[in-house]
């Protein structure tokens, strides 16, 4: 369904992505981990276009996406959910979730989609005209996810939703986010959460200094051996004739932090 | 969308409704009309009407510039310079077609408001591209820039000499009101729209923008066409504005028609009644605008009134830093919600239990079972 192809992408001081080959299957949810500063969160802003790849080539349903505007992308179906708080705290839970359609013009349609929307978020019928920014960031995040279904997306980005939750908001957050799988959405998430991530995604992908390491299903990724060396200090070797070499095959991989 | 496994919850609760009772509001809306409308005719004695007239332009003019910068959150402190292009039409057109002082003069009222709109384009164009602060500090620049035109252009504006307009046909007995209910159209015209550019998504899209601009853009809100657009039409109402004040006064002078203090006037105004409210500009106008020119009529010339701004600002400041009618709006949150909580009799502080559990807790159940 979207397939990045040697992606190679930074923010002008040095590539962050260093080649990326990912493949995100229709109707998984596909949760991309690895350590800090693997590049996880570049290849999502690559995915949604607030940035344009150096080289490579991003393809969405059959179509080309390479240094498609932010816009474009979003109409053709591709929604990203924020890692930080990105609602607009003075406006109201309404505003906030109408916002989200804000691409579409038949306005019959989007009062379609708020019906849907406000029935599958409680939260956002019981706080529709408070304030935004008055919400607990569990309820924010809910909000946001309204917001991101308002375009009725077919892939939903999701940088980090578990970030600042306590257990029992990620839980549910977690429960939002199968539901969106079984209503036939195609879903992306970085976690920093490895282990909730992988349990909950039917495909992993782990990355490393900007590259794809290791891909998979959650469960194998899980139980890989590699994963164990990976998070107690190595890197992962993908490539057999490098792994002869030992643990530290790639060279120029920085790595991974105590 | 599958909704219907998501609703195990029977209660279709409204959340408790903050707004006045609609009745409420719409009454005092009447009223307050009414009483405008009948003003003059209760008030006949010309020192206070022209007081009035004077409050009906800010009103205008306030109404209007809160639709950019009352929304974009963009504060414009150089609208002077559309209400000096609006005077300056109305004083060139004037002489220019030799158009007779009778009513003919408020035909030229959306002439004028287009021509600052058009103004607006270019000037909004190249203001725009930067944000906030230095945003404020180039509209100021702006208009004096205009300022020096209006000075130096002087076969088309008489520079420092000014440009003198006909006086108007009508009886001396009742020259103020004519200039009054204008006044008042004008302004109820730019209220409606202010209340309809709230309502739709274009303004929507200014609130967004207003909060956070990148984040608007990044929902496809095109937050380049959408701050001009609100610029050019609070342009259009200014520039009407002006051209209410120039045959009113019978004279154009680029000091006073490019007026810092008119800059200023408008920003206090719609600081006091509450920026980015419908009602709280039009509030702060009526007030302060008719403050200023009773003042300026009992203390003579001496900028008296410049010393109350300041007094004014530092109370408005202090007392109520978000303006008349947020304030108002908060503590009436506040009651309602107070009110809400005290009626069940829990027991419960008003204060501590406004974002916790409950909601939370139905909607975890209905994640587990997706």
Known sequence: MLTLTGVVAGYGGGDILRGVDLTVEEGSITCVVGPNGAGKSTLLKVVSGLLRPRLGTVTFQGKSLTGKSPQHILRSGIVQVMQSRSLFPDLSVRDNVELGAFLVRDQAVVRKRMAEVVEQFPIVRERLDDRAGSLSGGQQRMVEFARALMLDPSLVVLDEPSMGLEPKAALMMYGYVRQMQSDGRTVLLVEQNVRA???????????????????????????????????????????????ASGPRGDADAPSWPA | MSATDVSNRTATDSPASYDLPRTVRFGSLLLVVAALVVFPLVFTNPTITSVGVFAMIYLLAVSGWNIFSGYSGYIALGHALFFGIGQYSSAMLTSRFKIPAGWDLFALLPVAGAIAGLAAVPIGWMLLRVRKHTFIVLTIAVMFIFQLLAFNLRSWTGGSQGMQLPFPTWSGAYFNEPFYYIGLLAAAIALVTSWWVRRSKFGLGLLAIRDDEDRARSLGVRTTRTKLVAFAISAVFVGAAGAIYAPF??????????????????????????????????????????LQQYFLLQFGGANVFLIVYGLLFVLILRLLPQGIVPSIAARWRQW????????????????????????????????GSA
Do not use: W
């Not at chain 1, 990724?221 to 057999?240: C, K």
């Not at chain 2, 154009?252 to 006091?272: G, H, I």
């Not at chain 2, 509450?274 to 009602?279: A, F, N, P, R, Y």
């Open chain 2, 249 to 290: 006064i019978g004279s154009v002078f680029p000091q006073f028609a490019f007026d810092p203090s008119f800059d200023l006037a408008l920003a206090v105004m719609a600081f006091t009644g509450g920026l980015g409210t419908l009602i709280g500009p039009a509030l702060g106008a009526l007030v302060i605008g008719s």
């Open chain 1, 197 to 243: 991530g992988l349990e909950l995604a039917s495909h992993g992908v782990v990355m490393e200094a900007g590259r794809v390491r290791l891909t998979g299903t959650g469960a194998e990724i899980l139980l890989n051996p590699q994963m164990r060396q990976l998070y107690l200090g190595g890197t992962v070797d993908i490539d057999p004739a490098l792994s």
């Open chain 2, 336 to 367: 309602v919600t107070y009110r809400a909580r005290n009626t069940p009799s829990t027991g419960v502080p008003p204060d501590s239990a406004p974002d916790v559990g409950r909601p939370f807790d139905v909607v975890l159940n209905q994640g």
